[in-house]
């Protein structure tokens, strides 16, 4: 496709009509500054190509100028192969699209609205989008010829413009039958396997899938099936071994039984044995107690008889000891009462102490009453001098009359209430005044009194409302003014006088200064008063003067008292520190006699104590041996009751021991037979009785396992599992042979698949190869060597370098901004030339190459030069300096 | 003179799996055998029917087939005593425990080794306890001392058998040394008699009375036994009571119209309704056989009870290539002989198998596209 012309109208901020062309079938450079609609221009063109003009939505509606309800359209002429082409396309409002086609000169309609649109596409071999605008995938070749703004790189080309591709490079990949068969053997892979290789799952899953998933189930399933096989199995063992349990229990029980048996027979022969052995036991008791008592009885006599005797002898001695602690006792009395009176005598002499202490405290109480005396002297004669200068202040209080400051300030408000009111008066008055310059004779009208008046002199009348005089020689003058107010000034000045008056009736004067005075001094007079009160006040120290004077008399009276006993005090006051002194050495001399004679009579106490106590205990024990005494006598008595004599009663003790040692012989015969018994039989039977228990327990719990075990059993074996589990496993046995089938068809489907795709990729390849050669050619014009050759894919889509240096290629991810750019505009251009084999096609590369420096920009004019003999170029730019270096472009100002 | 059946292994209840919809069929056709042993024994007026073993092929078979035997044997006019074998053991929970086998006073279940003495012979059972044991089952026999025909019971491997694990051994002269009329035993599915020192068959495997499995010979039969008296030689006749057929057919195919002589081969087989056929091909595959194949599959899973064909070991015709000539030059035909280079030279059989099915696959499609 060649452009020949475009007219856009209202297209974002391309306002009204905007025309370019004819343009160049060479390069072409439209500029203009940022925003000012190139790529609007651009955009314009696209839609008008590749997309229906019916088209709504949000992305359409964004290209109608802003703010503006205006209709954008395009008019595009392009020729294509020998036909020459315009199309007419209006969006939005009014939609409309028209194909007309250069016929002897003119422009003849061929389609319009939605045949025209249709028309376009075929003619450009492009593809309907789906809803929406068209994307680079629907524009056919220009995908790759066409560079919109910042969208340089390639990254994927669809499959028309592929096709196209490998049509221009002369590849035919399959006749139309290996086409079909290829589509067939993609269609079956599809049917069973993903795009990725792998099994489709869900409503179209791959057989194999539905198998493998029931394969897993029946697996499940099976497990569950063994377990519960495998349980009646355990659960026939369990029973056999419950039967086994039961039986050996049984056994063992029945042995214990026996057991048992044999045990109890050995307790009776026990306790037959042990019955003899009690028997035999007690006999030889009774023997030996008899042969004790007669021994005891012996033994016992011979005791008393030496007890008696020596009895006797203590009881002697102690009688004679008793009147010597008798004698001593009585003296021992005698001294502790000569002790007694002497020690009553010492404290007889403690009267004297006291006589002595009560003189020091009389002498202190006589000394404080004196000194009381003389202090109530000092403070009755002070009290009585206030009190005489407290009357001669009173007195002059009494004369000075005065008024009270209360009164005073009455007074001093009702001045100021009278001064205000002649104030007022004064003010609500006519006045007239007359300064004559000759003496001249007044008689005022108002009141009919006279003046006279000299030269210099002034007279003034005044009245209420009016003042009327009357001038001799002259005339009556009169003056008059506003009524009323007068009166009630008067009024309140006349009462504020009286009151004045009334209230200073009593001092004589109402002069408020003197008045002021007077109140001075009677204030300073009733201070002295309180100062003089003050002072008495502190003297009495809250008491009163009567008080004082009693508490005084009491003192003397108290004195008086004192000295009446002690009468030398009145002549001579007593010394207390001498008192003090006399009665401390009184003290200590009688205490000391009385300690004395105290510890004498203790001693005394003490000795008579111990005599008395001597005495008490010798009597005692003469008691205890009389006692002693008495009892074995009667003791002897018992024993000898019966009368047998010392000789037969040792032949009777001698008969007792022998028949105590026959019965002791005959116990231990018994006794020796019961131990020929091993241990308890009693207990042993009970523990034989209590394991035969257990036994037996052990046998019904085996008894009742057997029997659960069995209920477990038949419940099991009711069931079949076996047959159940041979289902199942039958089931995935025919499983694993369809997967097995299953997987070979699939695998070999995967392979043929497979294989078709490598050797289709090869060929792919070797297509692609002349356009990387081309491509790398001119990459190597522009940057040099460096970056080696170009990498396509079998899309045509660049994806790698490999550089000379390095064996592997490099991704394009490691290349700068720069090189980027400069790599993608090279692979467009070399994949344009390609395509522009048959007929020149239009490339449009809209602001790129921002980011190449201008020696590279250089290099890539002349390749752009070069390629413009077979490629109609448009270039949008902002820096059509940069492009000033195309000699043969065509450079056209956008709004010129 | 005592008249007897010799059967065993009826394995009724037994898995058979990998014949897909077959097997129930399979399982039901053993039961109906057991009827036929019952017709057969009353027609030849048979007074004793001796099972040694296997009756069923676990103890936990679903009881309603335990049920269905009992009945089926109290249709016999004569006794009929039976054994346990390892399969179906006299254990807690076992088929024997089931009360068919107490309603009817004629069928015996012998659950320990004493004597029965008959009005013609004493039968001497071996009834087995458990699973697994190395102990001879006749290892306390003893028949010496009677006048009357000595039968002995029992199941187990007799040695010297093939693959035979020492479970229940029992030796080869177990007849004479217990001095036994005959020993008829049960383990082994085929019929197999064994000769003493004297030259004389005392002891013998009757084999199952249905065929188990592809492969198994000799099986599907009852024995009729004979026996003049204490001492006399045994008679020993086999009868046919198996319904079904087993047939494994081994192939080699070298041209491509063999595999339309299998087709006829096929067809003409008769009761293939009572018949299971394995084909196994081997030799070279035609592509253009693809259609011969489908039809001898459809044969197979049409009208037999069961039908299997493995083409697995076929290797694509080497001069079997002017099909891939036919395809269009390019990335079809290079990716045909990759394939084809494959099902040849493949490093394994897999990768053969699956690389001849890719072929197959793209002749198919190639056909399709054709048309």
Known sequence: MILKRIAVTNWRSLLGAVELGPFSDGLNVIHAPNGTGKSSLFEAMRRGLFDVHHVKGNEIESVRPWGRDLTPSVVIEFAEGSETYRVEKTFLSGASSKLSRLEDGKFQPIADSRNADTKIREILAAEAPGRGLSKQEHWGLAQVLWAPQGELAIDKISGSANERLRAALGIQMSGESGGQIEEQIEARFLEYFTSKGGYKKGKFAAPIVNLQEREVEIRSQLLELRQKHQAFEEAAHSVDDA??????????????????????????????????????????SLAKKRYDDFNNSFLQIKTLREQIASNEKTAAILQDSEAGLEKETKSARERLDKKRSERESARNKRSSISEAQKAIDRARAYLDQQALVDAHNKRINKLDAIQKELEVFKQKRTRCVAPESKVLKKLRNLAAKRDAAKAALSASQ????????????VEDLTDSSKHSVGPEETASFSGDALVEIHVNGFGAIRASGPEGSAEKHRKTLEEALGEIEKLCQPFGTDDLERLQTLRDEADAIERSIEALEERMDTLLDRESIETLKQEHAEAKARIAEIEKQYGDWKKEAPVLSKLQKDFESLSLKINDTIAESEGAYEQAQISLSASEKNLNEGQAELKVQQAGLDTAKKRIEELLDGGLSDEAREKAISDALMSWQAAKAAAD????????????????????????????????????????????????????????????????????NRIAQESIRMDALKLLHGTVSECRSRVIASVSAPVERSASRMLSRVVGPRLGELKLTGEFVPEAITPELSTDPVALSNLSGGELEQLFLIARLALADVLAKDQRQLVVLDDVL??????????????????????????????????????????????? | MIRFVHTADWQIGMKAAGLGDASQRVRDVRLDSVERIVELARERDIELLLITGDVFEDNAVDRSLVRKVGETLSRFR???????????????????????????????????RRPIELENCVLYPCPLKEKYSTRNPLSSIDASDTHKVAIGLAHGNVEGLPDAEPDYPIPVDAAQKAGLDFLAIGHWHS?????????????????????????????????????????????????RTGALKWLTLDRSIAQADDLARLS????????????????????????????????????LTTRFLYGFLSIERMTPAPEDDSWIEELPVGVLRESAETIRQQAFNGSDEQTRLVATRALLELFELKEKAAL
């Open chain 1, 243 to 284: 039967r086994h349990r039961r039986l050996q229990a049984r056994r063992e029980a029945d042995a214990t039984r026996e057991t048992v048996d044999e045990m109890r027979a050995s307790v009776e022969r026990f306790d037959k044995l042990k019955s003899e052995q009690s028997n035999k036991r007690e006999t030889e």
């Open chain 1, 430 to 441: 006519i006045h007239l005044s007359i300064s004559p310059e000759n003496s001249i004779a």
């Open chain 1, 669 to 736: 015969q018994a006794e020796a037979s019961l131990k020929e018994i091993p241990g308890d039989p009693h207990r042993d039977l009970k523990k034989l009785e209590k394991q035969r228990t257990a036994l037996e327990q052990t046998e019904a719990s085996a008894r009742d396992a057997e029997k659960t075990a069995e209920g477990q059993l038949q419940s099991l074996s009711a069931e079949g599992t076996y047959s159940k589990l041979i289902a199942a496993e039958e089931e995935l046995v025919e499983l694993e």
């Open chain 1, 850 to 896: 921002n980011a190449t420096d201008s020696g590279r920009l250089a290099r890539l004019l002349s390749l752009l030069e070069e390629v413009s003999d077979r490629l109609q170029v448009i270039i949008l730019t902002c820096h059509p300096e940069r492009y000033r270096g195309l000699e043969q472009a065509t450079f056209v100002k956008l709004g010129i």
């Open chain 2, 78 to 112: 004569g006794q009929v005593f039976i054994t346990p074998g390892n399969h179906d053991p006299l254990t807690p929970g076992s088929v024997w425990e089931h009360p068919v086998w107490e309603e009817n006073s004629h069928v015996h279940v012998l659950r320990d």
């Open chain 2, 191 to 239: 019929f197999s008699p064994y000769k003493g020192s004297d030259g004389i068959v005392r002891m013998a495997y009757s084999g199952t009375h249905e065929t188990t499995k592809f492969g198994e010979r000799d099986s599907g039969n009852v024995l009729l036994v004979k026996i003049a008296e204490r001492g006399a030689v045994p008679q020993i006749e086999s009868l």
């Open chain 2, 264 to 299: 006829s081969e096929l067809k003409a087989i008769e009761d293939p309704g009572n018949c299971l056929v394995r084909i196994r091909l081997d030799g070279l595959l035609f592509m253009s056989a693809r259609a011969e194949l489908e039809l001898l599959n459809e044969i």
